[in-house]
């Protein structure tokens, strides 16, 4: 990390990290359909794995899910919510115990149609 700064950040879903994993492994792969001789490293074989096991959406669907919920919640709670995919309300509760201040039940409720539209 030498000599690198970070320029810009912003948080992103589960599964929009495993299409941007996805493509850097399809532009290391040869033709012939094998990898190349790049080998990734532990670090990167876990987030790939992690990624791979827990992406429960499209990217398409998660970006559209996350747009959804941005109207009754931030940003950062929105992914969370995409992330994880609670199926109840005491799930929700959990996901923002630690917040500040409370969400009312009915955005709650509303909160959780989405996420059952997408599921």
Do not use: C, W
């Not at 669907?61 to 995919?85: N, R, W």
């Amino acid at each position: 990390m030498i000599g690198k700064n970070i320029i810009d950040s912003k948080p992103i879903t589960i599964s929009e990290a495993k299409e941007i994993l996805d493509e850097k492994i399809q532009e290391k792969v040869k033709e012939d359909g094998q990898l190349d001789d790049h080998v990734f490293t532990y670090e990167q074989n876990l987030t790939i794995d992690y990624v791979t096991k827990f992406a429960k959406l499209s990217s398409d669907e998660a970006k559209e899910l996350t747009k959804k919920l941005e109207e009754l919640i931030t940003l950062p709670q929105a992914i969370k919510i995409v992330d994880i995919m609670p199926e109840d309300i005491q799930d929700l509760r959990l996901i923002f115990s630690k917040e500040r201040g409370t969400i009312e039940k009915e955005t709650l409720e509303e909160v959780l149609n989405l996420v059952d539209q997408y599921r």
